[in-house]
T-cell receptor, first 110, second 112 residues
Framework: EDQVTQSPEALRLQEGESSSLNCSYT??????LFWYRQDPGKGPEFLFT???AGEEKEKERLKATLTKKESFLHITAPKPEDSATYLC???????????FGKGTRLHILP | DVKVTQSSRYLVKRTGEKVFLECVQD?????MFWYRQDPGLGLRLIYF???????EKGDIPEGYSVSREKKERFSLILESASTNQTSMYLC???????????FGDGTRLSIL
């Protein structure tokens, strides 16, 4: 069965303290892996798509990487405005359904 | 930028009522989706549509139906609302099935 597991469930960091969020997946034939950011009371906002192992994407303080089993969202020198829930989702070749992880709640303390 | 608009941010209804949640997108997207999001359960797909008049069941369609009379509008209907349908409902759209989905800001629905 296809699965997406995100860890940790919650993470508290001091402003400027870099860290990584993990997304482990088991899916037959990955078509794409998506990262989203969700602020409280709002819908998910698309960040990145990764298609193949070794691929990396960057946006401001965020960098997403992909291996054959997992993806990392690296946050460098985070600021309080980076506080949000980060969602990972996967889609496989033989099916267009997207499977979401349960997210990591990130809190950056000033 | 893609704009997905959900008609209500907050809604309170009573058990047994028929409830309509509306979603409109302005980017001429073919594909539209309805999810519900609950703490500890993540996003779960209720229904989706790849074309006008077309609909497909997702993972948890029981107690729901949908309507897509126009390309830009996708409605979720709770036929007879129950308390276990209290949730955050999210609408999404995408230009193709293999592109990332773009979400609205959600409707937080409470069934009393």
């Amino acid at each position: 069965e296809d699965q997406v597991t995100q860890s940790p469930e919650a993470l508290r960091l001091q402003e400027g303290e870099s860290s990584s969020l993990n997304c482990s997946y088991t899916v037959s034939g990955l078509r794409g892996l998506f990262w989203y950011r969700q602020d409280p009371g709002k819908g998910p906002e698309f960040l990145f798509t990764l298609y193949s192992a070794g691929e990396e994407k960057e946006k401001e303080r965020l960098k997403a990487t992909l291996t054959k089993k997992e993806s990392f969202l690296h946050i460098t020198a985070p600021k309080p405005e980076d506080s949000a829930t980060y969602l990972c989702a996967v889609q496989r070749h033989s099916h267009d359904k997207i499977i979401f992880g349960k997210g990591t709640r990130l809190h950056i303390l000033p | 930028d893609v704009k997905v608009t959900q008609s209500s941010r907050y809604l309170v209804k009573r058990t047994g009522e028929k409830v309509f949640l509306e979603c409109v997108q302005d980017m001429d997207h073919e594909n539209m989706f309805w999810y519900r999001q609950d703490p500890g359960l993540g996003l779960r797909l209720i229904y989706f549509s790849y074309d006008v008049k077309m609909k497909e069941k997702g993972d948890i369609p029981e107690g729901y139906s949908v309507s897509r009379e126009k390309k830009e509008r996708f409605s979720l209907i709770l036929e007879s609302a129950s308390t276990n349908q209290t949730s955050m409902y999210l609408c999404a759209s995408t230009v193709s099935r293999y592109q990332p989905q773009h979400f609205g800001d959600g409707t937080r629905l409470s069934i009393l």
